[in-house]
């Protein structure tokens, strides 16, 4: 009895894992299709060879290359700018005493609940005012902070005895020695977390991107993927190819770092 | 903390360390949420300049007796409660699954959690193959004919599909962190009592996840009503046949970047933020109630 | 150095103040002992010193210079914590390390002050592990080395052997001792066990609810306590007590005369009351009532009752229930006035001192 439940239990489970799964195989088998053949569901031939030169194609279709640079550019500074500034926040709101504390720390957090989509419009205007439309400027700057970011990192600096601190302090230390020297490095695994977190939001931001850019020097992979369909159509297999691109590396990067994003979705979720 | 007089010294000391994050907040999230009231209230502005030569309540009348905004809220609505419970429940029976299984809960976990990762626009022009109506995966599985992508009746089911298979590793995992915080021996004990295992869930982990299955469809709820980019990128930058999935934030956009009416979309902005705001009260109110009287039952 | 404290008070935010006009010196090159209850207001006071709280009133001066308003890094002060935050992400060379790290001190100089310190408190062999990998002793020691690297003026020990087992304590007690005197670094060590502050200090200052009780070496402080609280906090077991009026009439007249309007109560040692016949005087003989005797290894703990009064002596053989004669000794006998002085210690008469 105790097995069959059991037995049940993976069955459910594995039923649902391929209801997951089936989206990402269908875009990696139709990828591989020949090109500009419309699919029929019931004559798709597993036999028919592998076209891999889809792949060439739609790399060569669109500037994809350029696509990658600018995805990789803004994901890495918006990530390292986000991490650097809500460091030291965190660590003003976890160890320092000022006037007002409390209430800045709480306003900051009401600031959270504000809708992006609205901020979008006057943000646009400043940056139109700025002459920053279609700069990296526009895609990195507004960035460049998370209050996300640094209310987990203030909880995790939380966690520390007070103790610690004051020994530094005593053996020397300045506040900057301490965070850099003491506080990070023994943060590592949550400030992976959170900058993998920030990152993954990055990658795939659409609706900014696609309103402060429109050359496509400046357009980032998804944006680019977007556009792309315009230029293939109904082709699908070279669409699916050009999807691959997209998807890859942050499913490596997922993989590779499954713990730390695990760890840090739920920390900055339950521990409030 | 130690000495906690702040002085004016400590709090220069402390504004070098904020003023990063500062200075950044009030740029872009500070100064337009002012902006944006402003601009909702504007009835005659220059969408360049940004300058404002008259104010009123113009654009929330609009709003009012605007047929597309009214399409916008109840699409938002509909495909909010298409997404949401269903998101929850399955994430939940899922997490219970997974709960203490004894091989592979981890490589299961990975799965359900592979679209959360992925980028929402290359998932949805996976979809959007999957739902073709003549070779479409979809119709294929359930054999049916159905043109969901092109037919008004059955657009909007198709994004709610897209957005419950895209959410729930998401909510899976926090479930499975709330089970985690559920003290074993509550469960063991209830055991010992002689509850059965629909018992123990109903009176043990249910009252005490409570809070957890509050938080992730307050969560769900106000990135659901946000929902943009699967809308673009489903339906090709439309919002659907026939406007059929036009949403709140794809109404914004339309308004602003397609026929530059600022003020409409800025007042349909704080329309959202106020079912944002809303939302969030109540299930705080909740909330709040809720681990109070866990406390107090504790004690 | 020497460390005063001048007039100091300090009150932590929506309480009374913790320390009211407090005044304390620690003498320069000492093992000065802190010894007081749990809540006393030790902590407190290491916190002032290191500077980690700034008093509201008064001032504290290192060898006559006043550092009230120096900010932590700059006062020169090394601290063990009861944790002795060793940072987990460092290994022992490296926590070791730190202090130098942070004032910039060459390379080679600083393996050479590592290497010293190391040797000084024995963990040389574990430079290479991380603080997780050693016993509680061996992280107090580094901890210690940690601290004494950056050749302290003052050294704080805020209970460092509280998280020790008992005969851990007693090596560690003799190691911080031996490390004291050999490095001569001014040091107050706080605990609130007497044992550990008698075993270890040149000087012990006694203190509750935030005031000095008494300041002196272990013997002055068990054989002429100043006041009720120093009598009854030092010695094991408790000082009892009982109403002057109840023994009076048992003293010499004259002892009795002369304390008769000033004070109120009577304190006794417990190896104050022994069996008779005894070569030591005696201020009085008395039948009292041995009810039950408790075994406790070497010493024989007598549970006796006279007058109504319960009253305890360690200084008895095994014996059965019953009434027995028994001699009170003049030393460990103390007389209290009514506001807790102490006015006569056995014969050294602390109003004449
Ligand atoms: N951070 C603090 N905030 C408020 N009160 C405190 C704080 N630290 C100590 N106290 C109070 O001050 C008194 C002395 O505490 P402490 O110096 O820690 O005593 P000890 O170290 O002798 O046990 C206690 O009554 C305690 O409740
Ligand atoms: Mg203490």
């Known amino acids: 009895m105790k097995k069959l439940l059991i037995g049940g239990r993976y069955l459910l489970l594995a039923l649902g894992a391929v209801a997951m799964l089936l989206p990402f195989v269908w875009m990696v088998v139709i990828s591989l299709q020949p090109a500009a053949t419309t699919l029929t569901l019931p004559t798709f031939a597993w036999s028919s060879a592998l076209h891999w030169e889809n792949y060439r194609h739609a790399w060569r279709l669109a500037p994809f290359a350029q696509y990658y640079g600018n995805s990789l550019l803004v994901t890495a500074t918006t990530t390292g700018g986000q991490l650097f500034t809500s460091i030291l926040a965190a660590f003003a709101f976890s160890h320092l005493h000022f006037y007002g504390r409390r209430l800045l720390f709480r306003g900051l957090i009401a600031l959270t609940m504000i809708p992006g989509e609205l901020l979008l419009i006057p943000n646009f205007i400043t940056l139109t005012h700025l002459h920053w439309i279609n700069t990296y400027a526009a895609l ?20 520390h005895p007070q103790s610690l601190y004051y020994a530094a302090r005593l053996e020397g230390a300045s506040d900057w020695q301490y965070l850099w020297h003491v506080l990070v490095p023994l943060n590592r695994p949550v400030i992976t977390a959170v900058g993998l977190l920030q990152a993954i939001g990055s990658w795939n931001a659409f609706m900014w991107p696609l309103i402060v850019t429109n050359s496509p020097r400046l357009r980032t992979l998804p944006v680019g993927l977007m556009t792309f369909t315009s230029q293939t159509g109904t082709n699908y297999p070279l669409l699916m190819a050009a999807t691959v691109f997209v998807v890859v590396p942050l499913l490596i990067l997922y993989l590779a770092l499954q713990k730390y994003i695990v760890a840090g979705i739920t920390r900055a979720n339950l521990k409030g | 903390m130690l000495n906690p007089k702040p002085s004016l010294k400590t709090t220069l000391h402390a504004l070098a360390y904020l003023a990063p994050l500062l200075i950044i907040t009030v740029l872009f999230t500070v100064w337009p949420l002012l902006s944006a009231v402003r601009l909702s209230l504007a009835t005659r502005s220059n969408f360049y300049t940004g300058r404002v030569t008259a104010y009123g309540w113009a654009n929330f009348g609009a709003l009012w007796h605007d047929p597309d905004f009214h ?97 729930l590793g998401f909510n899976i995992l926090l479930f499975l962190a709330g089970l985690n915080h559920i003290d074993d021996r509550y469960l063991l004990v209830a055991q010992l009592n002689g509850a059965t295992a629909w018992q123990r869930f109903w009176h043990v982990t249910w009252p005490l996840l409570t809070p957890t299955v509050i938080l992730i469809t307050v969560n769900a709820l106000i990135t659901n009503f946000k929902v943009f980019d699967q809308v673009y990128a489903l339906f090709h930058g439309s919002a659907g046949p026939a406007n059929a999935d036009l949403t709140l934030t794809y109404y914004l956009y339309q308004k602003f970047y397609i026929e530059n009416q600022t003020g409409l979309a800025a007042a349909s902005g704080l329309v959202l933020f106020g079912l944002v705001l809303l939302i969030t009260g109540l299930a705080g109110t909740y909330f709040h109630h809720w681990t109070r009287w866990l406390r107090k039952d504790a004690r | 150095m020497e460390v005063t404290f001048q007039d100091i008070t300090l009150a932590y935010p929506h309480q009374a103040p913790t320390l009211a006009h407090f005044t304390w010196t620690v003498p320069d090159g000492e093992l000065t002992a802190l010894l007081g209850p749990s809540g006393s207001g030790k902590t407190t006071l290491l916190n002032l010193l290191a500077g980690l709280l700034t008093p509201d009133h008064g001032r504290l001066l290192f060898d006559q210079v006043d550092v009230t308003h120096q900010g932590m890094g700059q006062r020169n002060v090394g601290m063990v914590f009861q944790d002795y935050a060793l940072y987990p992400h460092l290994t022992v060379h490296d926590n070791i390390a730190f202090p130098l790290k942070m004032a910039h001190v060459k390379r080679a100089e600083r393996e050479a002050q590592i290497r010293q310190f190391a040797a000084l408190v024995r963990v ?66 706080v605990t609130h066990n007497q044992t550990d502050a008698l075993q270890i200090a040149d000087t012990i200052t006694l203190l509750h609810h935030g005031q000095v009780q008494q300041t002196g070496t272990g013997h002055q402080l068990y054989h002429t306590p100043a006041n009720l609280t120093v009598a009854r906090f030092i010695g094991s077991p408790r000082l009892t007590t009982l109403p002057f009026a109840a023994l009076a009439p048992a003293l010499p007249d004259s002892l009795a005369a002369r304390f008769a309007s000033s004070a109120t109560l009577v304190g006794i040692r417990s190896e104050a009351l022994l069996a008779t016949p005894t070569p030591i005087p005696l201020l009085t003989t008395q039948t009292m009532r041995l009810t039950a005797q408790d075994f406790l290894g070497r010493d024989i703990v007598s549970h006796l009752r006279w007058h109504q009064q319960d009253l305890i002596s360690t200084a008895l053989p095994p014996l059965a229930p019953g009434e027995y004669p028994l001699g009170l000794a003049a030393p460990g006998c103390y007389f209290f006035a009514a506001n807790g002085r102490c006015l006569w210690t056995g014969g050294t008469d602390h109003a004449e001192s």
């Open chain 2, 71 to 167: 399409r916008a809220v109840q699409h938002t609505l509909l495909f909010t409660l298409g997404v949401v419970p269903a998101s929850v429940l399955l994430a939940l029976g899922v997490a219970l699954l997974l709960n203490r299984l004894p091989h592979c809960a981890r490589f299961f976990q990975t799965l359900y959690f592979l679209p959360f990762v992925t980028s929402t626009v290359a998932v949805s022009l996976v979809w959007g193959w999957l739902f073709q109506a003549d070779h479409g995966v979809v119709n294929g599985l359930i054999h049916t004919n159905i043109d969901w992508l092109n037919d008004p009746h059955y657009s909007l089911l198709a994004l709610i599909l897209l957005c419950l298979w895209q959410s």
């Open chain 3, 124 to 189: 040389t062999p574990f430079l290479q592990k991380y603080p997780r990998e050693l016993s509680g002793g061996q992280q107090q020691r580094v901890a210690l080395a940690r601290a004494l690297i950056q050749r302290p003026a003052v050294l704080l020990l805020d209970e460092p052997l509280s998280n020790l087992d008992a005969e851990l304590r007693v090596t560690l007690r003799q190691e911080i001792r031996r490390i004291q005197q050999a490095t001569g670094v001014t040091t107050i060590f």
């Open chain 1, 140 to 159: 990195i700057v507004p960035w460049l902070t998370s209050i996300f970011a640094m209310f987990a990192l203030r909880q995790a600096f939380l966690t």
